[in-house]
């Protein structure tokens, strides 16, 4: 068990008590916005995809050049964030000679917020399955924050917070 944890973890609603989830009330849809809000989910599938697929290329496709990830577990734990697109894409690159199973990053429930054309803040829940030997099982779930940027023309992830509801 993680430093500071109890049995009884995580708490209901950790990540907005904790200032992780900062969704505000749903605003009037504009349809101008339709094709930004889809780019910008489609950005954030792209990240599974290029992780799941071991594509360094994809995968890096998804930052800004200072691009920026980082995480929290439960919001007790904090993961330190990694700066700059090489130094994200070494950081998550890095787990994939020790992760012998088929990673399976399934993003739901996208709202995107805060859309002004050229910025956008999205929140999305992480369901993360892993498959070996056979079988399938649930690795964690969590809420991701993810600060997006268009840069030439392309959704790209300026910074993301990966929010995990149980340690793995």
């Known amino acids: 068990m993680l430093a500071g944890m109890t049995a009884n973890q995580p708490h209901p609603a950790w990540a907005a008590q904790s200032g992780h989830v900062q969704l505000p009330p749903p605003g009037a849809a504009d349809p101008s916005q339709v094709a930004d809000r889809l780019a910008i989910a489609e950005c954030i599938h792209r990240y599974g995809w290029g992780y799941d697929e071991r594509d360094q290329a994809a995968l890096g496709g998804c930052f800004t050049d200072d691009?920026?990830?980082?995480?929290?577990?439960?919001?007790?734990?904090?993961i330190e964030p990694h700066r700059g697109r090489d130094a994200v894409v070494e950081f998550l690159t890095g787990f994939w000679a020790v992760q012998t199973d088929q990673r399976r990053h399934i993003?739901?429930?996208?709202?995107?917020?805060?859309?002004?054309?050229?910025?956008?803040?999205?929140?999305?829940?992480?369901?993360?399955t892993a498959a070996s030997e056979s079988v399938m099982a649930p690795v964690?779930?969590?809420p991701y924050r993810l600060e997006m940027r268009k840069v030439d023309e392309v959704w790209r992830i300026a910074r993301l917070v990966a929010g995990f509801d149980a340690p793995f």
């Open 67 to 78: 691009g920026i990830w980082e995480g929290s577990i439960m919001g007790l734990d904090a």
């Open 107 to 128: 993003f739901t429930n996208v709202v995107v917020t805060d859309l002004d054309g050229s910025t956008a803040v999205a929140h999305a829940y992480l369901l993360l």
């Open 140 to 142: 964690t779930t969590g």
